[in-house]
């Protein structure tokens, strides 16, 4: 592993240096690091947020419960409308959640 024995002294504006701390804050790592990735030609995105991967626990939970009652289905060979019914509200719930999350995040 080679080690890191080189430096560069960079000189900031008062706008330039809020604009890096800005990035450096949303990307979620420190500024040296930021900063070499963004060098080598890396983009950079902001980490999710803990919205986000609540909702892709959700979603996670809801197909679950959708294999399991595709599974029921199979083996009985009837339809519960109401088990089926409430995963599809539940479905709609979360792809709703999932455009507000993607909304705030666009803008």
Known sequence: MSRRNKA???RFTEDEWRSLNDKVKKAKMP???F???V???AKINAPPDADYVSLILEVRRIGSNLNQLVRKL???GIVHGLELERNQNEIHEVCDM???TF???VK
């Open 103 to 105: 909304r705030k995040v």
């Open 8 to 10: 560069v002294v960079i």
């Open 39 to 41: 060098l080598l030609g």
């Open 74 to 76: 199979n083996v009985l």
């Open 35 to 37: 900063c070499r990735v």
């Open 98 to 100: 999932l455009c507000d």
């Open 31 to 33: 500024r040296e690091k």
